[in-house]
């Protein structure tokens, strides 16, 4: 008879800042931020946005008190490079699906003006509907749920905005022609229908193959690390990958208070100073110098809408002080 191995628990510790995580293929967005979670051994995290294990690329992961702020990245812009096979459809709009269609690929849709054309159509506002294998919720489920069982539900088309949309002819591994999708879009654009939409103005029909997210509200690869990378460091020196919560906020305007009225901010309470008004502030404390959280000022009112606790603001500075 076999015995397990006893499963070793993690001792979990609050951790507070942001992983840039280059995602790898073929772990979904909760699957890499579990594993990050894990090797930092932290009590709470959560990511900014989903990517599909198809897709690799930036993903923030946000830990404790940067939880608060993970809804700005959700909204911000996004850049992708993605590849499309033509000539073929599938199911999925991906390389996981069924072949649909296959069609013959014609040279002359190849051609700089003809893709040229194409991206000027897909540029601006556009509507898509979203895809059957998706994330996006239909009463409650999840409609690649619906899709898995064989159920088709009606969807809405969405307006989204292609800021930039370049295209460009290559070919697979396999000598197959493909195109090189570069776009820079809104958030809720799903680039799987985007290619598929691509695909059928350019007469032949395309599903996705590879798709790599750059950069997310200005975050871009350069900066990220991957997981084999944070698992490789000293478990004493991986908290040195983190950045601090505020690194989130890099297009807030920053406001610090002295001791007393950065105590009633950090309450909840209004404070009046000389500011201009804006719709982002982050808020910081004189002494210490931290984070306090963010508002917005109106007619000279600072007023609060997300706030650390102060315990939370507590850990952040010792954890400053351990990686310093």
């Known amino acids: ?75 911000a812009p996004k850049r992708y490079h993605a590849v499309a096979l033509l000539g073929v459809t599938t199911s999925t709009g991906d390389a ?23 991206a000027r159509q897909f540029t601006g506002r556009i ?16 409609l690649y749920e619906y899709a898995r069982a ?4 009606e969807r809405a088309a ?16 396999q000598a197959q022609p493909a195109i090189e999708i570069e776009v820079s879009c809104s958030k809720g654009t799903y680039i799987r229908t985007l290619a598929e939409d691509i695909g059928q103005a350019l007469g032949c029909g395309a599903h996705l193959t590879r798709l790599r997210r750059t950069e997310t509200g200005g975050i871009d690869l350069t900066r990220c690390i991957t997981l084999a990378a944070l698992e490789a460091l000293p478990q004493e020196e991986r908290l040195g990958a983190l950045l601090p919560v505020d690194a989130l906020l890099a297009d807030h305007v920053p406001i610090t208070l002295a001791e007393e009225d950065a105590g ?6 209004r404070r009046r100073g000389p500011w201009p008004d804006t719709r982002a502030a982050a808020v910081y404390g004189e002494r210490p110098g931290a984070l306090l959280g ?4 109106a007619a000279g009112e600072l007023i609060p809408d997300r706030l650390l606790s102060p315990i939370e603001i507590q850990q952040i500075l010792q954890e400053e002080a351990l990686t310093s």
């Open 1 to 75: 008879m076999t015995v397990a191995a006893p499963r070793i628990r993690v001792q979990r510790r609050p951790v507070h800042g942001v992983l840039l995580l280059d995602k790898p293929l073929g772990l979904s967005s909760n699957q890499a931020l579990q594993k990050a979670k894990w090797l930092l051994r932290a009590e709470k995290a959560g990511h900014t946005g989903t990517l599909d294990p198809l897709a690799t690329g930036v993903l923030p992961l946000c830990f404790g008190a940067a939880t608060k702020f993970s809804a700005l990245q959700l909204e």
């Open 294 to 297: 963010v508002g917005h000022v």
């Open 264 to 269: 009633r901010f950090l309450s909840g309470l």
């Open 150 to 153: 064989g159920v088709a539900v």
């Open 158 to 173: 969405r307006d989204v905005e292609i800021f930039e949309l370049n295209l460009a002819p290559a070919l697979t591994s």
């Open 96 to 118: 996981e699906g069924e072949v649909l269609s296959r069609s013959a690929v014609d040279p002359a849709a190849l051609t700089p003006e003809r893709l040229q054309a194409v």
């Open 127 to 142: 509507q898509q509907v979203p895809p059957m294998h998706s994330a996006l919720k239909k009463d409650g489920k999840a």
